[in-house]
Protein backbone atom coordinates (compact mmCIF):
# COMPACT_ATOMS: atom_id res chain seq x y z
CA UNK A 1 0.00 0.00 0.00
CA UNK A 2 1.23 3.47 -1.06
CA UNK A 3 -0.27 6.60 0.03
CA UNK A 4 0.88 9.87 -1.97
CA UNK A 5 0.17 12.59 -4.72
CA UNK A 6 0.25 10.97 -8.05
CA UNK A 7 0.32 12.33 -11.67
CA UNK A 8 -1.77 10.78 -14.16
CA UNK A 9 0.64 10.32 -16.68
CA UNK A 10 -1.27 8.05 -19.28
CA UNK A 11 -4.51 7.34 -19.13
CA UNK A 12 -6.02 4.95 -21.52
CA UNK A 13 -9.34 2.86 -21.94
CA UNK A 14 -8.46 -0.11 -19.82
CA UNK A 15 -5.14 1.19 -17.95
CA UNK A 16 -3.12 4.08 -16.68
CA UNK A 17 0.18 5.36 -15.68
CA UNK A 18 0.53 7.51 -12.44
CA UNK A 19 3.66 8.99 -10.83
CA UNK A 20 4.58 9.98 -7.21
CA UNK A 21 5.08 13.35 -7.66
CA UNK A 22 7.71 13.20 -4.82
CA UNK A 23 9.76 10.15 -5.25
CA UNK A 24 9.30 9.79 -9.25
CA UNK A 25 7.98 6.02 -8.48
CA UNK A 26 6.08 5.05 -11.66
CA UNK A 27 3.06 2.87 -11.13
CA UNK A 28 0.83 0.96 -13.34
CA UNK A 29 -2.41 0.31 -12.60
CA UNK A 30 -4.07 -2.60 -13.82
CA UNK A 31 -7.02 -0.91 -14.79
CA UNK A 32 -8.32 2.57 -14.96
CA UNK A 33 -10.74 3.78 -12.79
CA UNK A 34 -12.11 7.08 -14.50
CA UNK A 35 -8.52 9.21 -14.69
CA UNK A 36 -7.63 11.53 -17.29
CA UNK A 37 -4.05 12.04 -18.28
CA UNK A 38 -2.73 15.39 -16.37
CA UNK A 39 -5.14 15.03 -13.39
CA UNK A 40 -3.49 15.26 -9.81
CA UNK A 41 -4.49 12.50 -7.52
CA UNK A 42 -4.12 12.35 -4.04
CA UNK A 43 -5.03 8.81 -2.52
CA UNK A 44 -3.88 5.06 -1.94
CA UNK A 45 -2.67 2.61 -4.58
CA UNK A 46 -2.21 -1.11 -3.62
CA UNK A 47 -0.32 -3.56 -5.70
CA UNK A 48 -2.59 -6.31 -6.97
CA UNK A 49 -1.18 -10.24 -5.93
CA UNK A 50 0.24 -12.66 -6.46
CA UNK A 51 2.90 -10.93 -8.62
CA UNK A 52 2.50 -7.47 -7.35
CA UNK A 53 3.26 -5.35 -10.35
CA UNK A 54 0.09 -3.92 -11.12
CA UNK A 55 -2.01 -1.62 -9.04
CA UNK A 56 -5.38 -0.57 -8.17
CA UNK A 57 -6.39 3.14 -6.90
CA UNK A 58 -7.79 2.01 -3.26
CA UNK A 59 -8.55 5.53 -2.29
CA UNK A 60 -9.15 9.03 -3.72
CA UNK A 61 -9.21 11.77 -1.29
CA UNK A 62 -8.85 14.69 -4.14
CA UNK A 63 -8.59 14.69 -7.88
CA UNK A 64 -7.39 17.98 -9.69
CA UNK A 65 -6.33 19.52 -12.37
CA UNK A 66 -3.60 22.53 -12.03
CA UNK A 67 -3.82 24.57 -15.52
CA UNK A 68 -0.51 25.73 -16.69
CA UNK A 69 -1.00 28.71 -18.93
CA UNK A 70 0.75 31.20 -20.72
CA UNK A 71 0.16 34.77 -19.99
CA UNK A 72 0.23 37.79 -22.28
CA UNK A 73 2.01 39.79 -19.46
CA UNK A 74 5.89 39.95 -19.51
CA UNK A 75 7.79 39.00 -16.48
CA UNK A 76 8.16 41.57 -13.94
CA UNK A 77 10.75 44.09 -13.24
CA UNK A 78 12.00 42.06 -10.54
CA UNK A 79 11.96 38.76 -12.43
CA UNK A 80 13.74 40.62 -15.42
CA UNK A 81 16.63 41.95 -12.65
CA UNK A 82 16.91 38.14 -11.50
CA UNK A 83 17.53 36.72 -15.35
CA UNK A 84 20.23 40.08 -15.62
CA UNK A 85 22.20 38.33 -12.94
CA UNK A 86 22.20 35.00 -14.52
CA UNK A 87 24.02 33.51 -17.72
CA UNK A 88 22.33 32.36 -20.50
CA UNK A 89 20.63 28.62 -19.80
CA UNK A 90 20.92 29.28 -16.39
CA UNK A 91 17.21 29.10 -13.93
CA UNK A 92 16.90 30.48 -10.60
CA UNK A 93 14.20 29.04 -8.52
CA UNK A 94 12.64 31.64 -5.43
CA UNK A 95 10.20 31.36 -3.14
CA UNK A 96 7.31 33.92 -3.48
CA UNK A 97 5.61 35.68 -0.52
CA UNK A 98 2.80 33.27 0.87
CA UNK A 99 2.55 30.24 -0.93
CA UNK A 100 4.49 28.88 -4.60
CA UNK A 101 7.65 29.53 -6.40
CA UNK A 102 8.87 31.83 -9.29
CA UNK A 103 11.10 30.29 -11.31
CA UNK A 104 13.78 32.45 -13.79
CA UNK A 105 14.69 31.15 -16.75
CA UNK A 106 17.17 32.32 -19.45
CA UNK A 107 17.20 31.51 -22.86
CA UNK A 108 18.80 32.89 -26.30
CA UNK A 109 16.20 35.56 -27.51
CA UNK A 110 14.96 33.54 -30.68
CA UNK A 111 13.77 30.46 -28.40
CA UNK A 112 12.05 32.78 -26.05
CA UNK A 113 8.53 31.96 -27.54
CA UNK A 114 9.44 27.69 -27.61
CA UNK A 115 11.20 27.87 -24.22
CA UNK A 116 8.00 29.28 -22.92
CA UNK A 117 5.73 26.63 -24.86
CA UNK A 118 7.98 24.03 -23.71
CA UNK A 119 7.77 24.68 -20.07
CA UNK A 120 3.63 24.65 -20.78
CA UNK A 121 3.71 21.23 -22.21
CA UNK A 122 6.25 19.59 -20.20
CA UNK A 123 4.45 17.34 -17.57
CA UNK A 124 6.88 17.90 -14.97
CA UNK A 125 5.85 21.38 -15.10
CA UNK A 126 2.86 19.98 -13.02
CA UNK A 127 4.31 17.72 -10.88
CA UNK A 128 6.17 20.50 -9.39
CA UNK A 129 3.27 22.49 -9.14
CA UNK A 130 1.46 19.31 -6.87
CA UNK A 131 4.46 19.11 -4.79
CA UNK A 132 4.16 22.90 -4.02
CA UNK A 133 0.72 22.39 -3.46
CA UNK A 134 -0.44 25.41 -5.76
CA UNK A 135 -3.86 25.74 -7.82
CA UNK A 136 -2.09 26.82 -11.16
CA UNK A 137 1.24 28.14 -12.68
CA UNK A 138 1.50 31.17 -15.45
CA UNK A 139 4.00 31.05 -17.96
CA UNK A 140 5.41 34.44 -18.53
CA UNK A 141 7.98 35.51 -21.60
CA UNK A 142 9.94 38.25 -23.21
CA UNK A 143 13.34 39.16 -24.49
CA UNK A 144 15.13 35.75 -23.88
CA UNK A 145 13.45 35.83 -19.87
CA UNK A 146 10.83 32.77 -18.82
CA UNK A 147 8.97 33.27 -15.64
CA UNK A 148 7.21 30.06 -14.64
CA UNK A 149 5.32 31.47 -11.56
CA UNK A 150 3.74 28.46 -9.06
CA UNK A 151 0.81 30.62 -7.85
CA UNK A 152 -1.88 29.23 -4.79
CA UNK A 153 -5.09 30.74 -6.51
Given amino acids: ?8 TTAEDEAA ?15 NPGVEAGEIIEGTVEAEPPLEVAYQLTDV ?6 PVERSEMAPTSMEKEMAAEQSEGDI ?8 GEIHV ?7 TDQAATDVVDDQETV ?5 LGVERVEVR ?6 SVRYLPD
Fill in 1 to 8: MKEGTFLV
Fill in 61 to 66: ESRRTI
Fill in 105 to 111: LTVPEER
Fill in 141 to 146: AADGVV
Fill in 92 to 99: EIRERAGD
Fill in 17 to 31: TLRDVHDQQVITLAD
Fill in 127 to 131: ARAAR
